[in-house]
């Protein structure tokens, strides 16, 4: 699933190409009656909604919230896009030779000649219109936790947000989205390994010392991930259809098996679930403090 780095390349790149062009017409082929009733273009009555409401608007900005690009128009409303498991956003003459790119499922065709196409192989993601005065109070957005990168996400903040689940692992904690925004699998992983803490480590058990260390790590690890435009050992590509560069620089994730790469460590890297989700971790460097319970 695109997580935090990936969604702000997306968002940022729409913004650069699409700000001031306006939206002729909207096609989709995600329209089915088993989601009459969902608030989305899925449902049909939604989506003839959705098609006269955005046709004639003008793109006034993107950007994102959470995992959510927001495509904001003219006329006080916001596209809300949740890219799920599989989805990326494409635009213009992106990259058709990569198979990823080839499952379309929503276009937007622009004023410009060109098109905003939503690719979605397994066709989970969401989206949706709101009343832009009334966004961040929606029932998509309204429960999420703040942004990790804002200048107002402080280490109290973040010591604040954690200890909300101070009995439960710390690697589900990160991905809980209604603790902290955008992150997932990927980004929980690479932070932990950077903090020395295991992933099933009970965030009471972590020290104010390492907790100082993992707020410093999620920082440095989003940052690097938007640097790098994201990471594509999976489905994610740019606008351009052209893949990001942090699955290059993994330090834990998906690397079972191989030496771990932590100044003077001699571990290896071990994949182990947590919370049902398979979780990377150098078994030397990252040791659990206390005994590990049976909860996620």
């Known amino acids: 699933m695109p997580e935090l780095p990936e969604v702000q390349t997306t968002a940022s790149g729409l913004d650069k190409v699409a700000r001031n062009l306006s939206i002729i017409k909207v096609w989709t082929d995600y329209k089915s009656s088993y ?50 498991m599989t989805g990326h956003i494409l635009y213009g003459d992106y990259n058709k030779k990569d198979p990823y790119n080839r499952f379309i499922h929503l276009i937007f065709y622009l004023s410009n000649g060109k098109t905003i196409e939503l690719c979605d192989s397994r066709k989970f993601a969401k989206v949706t219109l709101v009343n832009s005065n009334t966004l961040h109070l929606s029932k998509h957005l309204k429960n999420i936790g703040p942004e990790p990168l804002e200048k107002s996400f402080t280490l109290n903040k973040f010591t604040e947000r954690i200890n909300l689940k101070k009995n439960k692992k710390i690697k589900p904690t990160l991905t809980d989205q209604t603790i902290i925004a955008g992150i997932g699998n990927i980004y929980a992983d690479e932070s932990l390994w950077r903090a020395c803490i295991h992933p099933e480590e009970i965030v009471e058990n972590i020290s104010r010392e390492k907790l100082r260390k993992l707020f410093e790590a999620i920082k440095a690890t989003l940052a690097h991930g938007i640097l790098l435009g994201g990471d594509s050992m999976s489905d994610y590509r740019n606008i351009h259809g052209e893949k990001g560069g942090f699955q290059e620089k993994h330090n834990v ?44």
Do not use: W
């Open 253 to 296: 994730y998906q690397r079972k098996g191989e030496k771990c790469l932590f100044p003077k460590c001699k571990g290896y890297i071990e994949r182990i679930v947590v919370a049902g989700r398979g979780t990377h971790l150098c078994n030397v460097h990252q040791k659990m403090r206390g005994k590990i319970k049976k909860i996620n």
């Open 35 to 84: 989601f009459t009733g969902s608030e989305t273009i899925k449902d049909p009555k939604f989506f003839l909604f959705f098609k006269k409401a955005v046709s004639g608007k003008t793109i006034t900005h993107v950007d994102r919230r959470a995992k959510n690009v927001l495509i904001h128009l003219t006329g006080n409303l916001t596209i809300i896009i949740h890219m799920k």
